[in-house]
């Protein structure tokens, strides 16, 4: 039986709370995040058993597909339990070429939230994220125009709670003066720990932090330890990447992503996999 506790606790977010072991619908869409999936009845069925282990936190955007997610999770679990909180993010769109340029005007931001609204058959967004900077870095500058056009949504009622993310510390503080933040997503990993101290800034805070590509941007030397852990402990790169993860810090939620109900039962698996101090500082020093 799938508990709380193996799905790595729980943590509040905002005025909900969550299971740290959540899941990721990116990988839903067709090859690319674009177009439709080979096997959407697997799709189907993957979100299903999403709420089946006991996860009540999935992570989406409209412009995965675009709109295929989206459309999908509401055709798996509407009318959505009770307990199950959508996080969504907005700032970009595809283009025809399968491109992801910015969409970050308050026009384009507005759009975004109601197509978010339409396919997933909501009068209100749980969380929405405010996606900023580059690919896998923030990029300098002022958050206030977006964030003051996220925050006006809010007040109007489509939006409940607001995040922001692949940004910097000093971006967040800027935003918290216009309005709460609930969580925060940035490119994080055990390779990758620029992150360190935001997080536990975030932490003090009882916000959120949400990383993306666990296992992304390895070099081949960080790949053959994280590798070499991995056999050591009889399980995959993967599972040890997220099991670090959690254990790194209690604010740190997962979202892990994947179109398949196997893959999916081993990524939940890895919130009961135990990392001992002698595990935790090899992995720490994969860390370029």
């Not at 740290?20 to 080979?38: D, E, I």
């Not at 003090?204 to 081949?220: E, K, L, S, T």
Request: proline content about 6%; overall charge negative; aromatic content about 6%.
């Amino acid at each position: 039986m799938t508990t709380e506790a193996s799905l790595g606790g729980t943590f509040t977010m905002g005025d909900f709370t969550v299971t740290r072991m959540g899941y990721g619908a990116m990988q839903l869409a067709g090859p690319g995040v674009f177009g439709p999936p080979k096997d959407r009845a697997e799709a189907v069925a993957v979100l299903r058993e999403v709420v089946d282990l006991g996860i009540n936190h999935i992570d989406t955007s409209d412009f995965y597909g675009p709109h295929v997610t989206n459309e999908i999770i509401k055709e798996a679990l509407y009318p959505y339990p009770d307990d199950l909180v959508i996080v969504t993010k907005v700032g970009a769109k595809r283009d025809a070429e399968g491109g992801w340029p910015h969409a970050r005007s308050p026009k384009e931001l507005r759009e975004a939230v109601h197509d978010n609204l339409k396919h997933l058959g909501l009068d209100a967004i749980d969380v929405v994220n405010l996606r900023l900077g580059g690919f896998s870095e923030p990029e300098p500058g002022s958050v206030a125009e977006t964030f003051d056009a996220m925050a006006e949504m809010q007040q109007e009622g489509l939006i409940k709670h607001l995040g922001i993310s692949t940004v910097n510390a000093e971006q967040i503080a800027e935003a918290q003066t216009i309005a709460p933040v609930v969580c925060v997503q940035n490119m994080y990993n055990v390779a990758h720990r620029k992150d360190d101290q935001l997080i536990e800034s975030l932490a003090g805070q009882g916000i959120a932090y949400v990383p993306y590509f666990p296992i992304g941007g390895f070099n081949p030397l960080q790949s053959e330890k994280l590798e070499a852990v991995a056999a050591r402990l009889q399980t995959t790169p993967m599972q040890v990447a997220l099991a670090w993860l959690l254990q790194h810090s209690p604010n740190i939620l997962l979202i892990p992503g994947t179109s398949s109900r196997g893959h999916l039962r081993e990524n939940v698996a890895a919130a009961q996999l135990p990392l001992s101090d002698e595990d935790v500082a090899e992995l720490n020093g994969i860390a370029g």
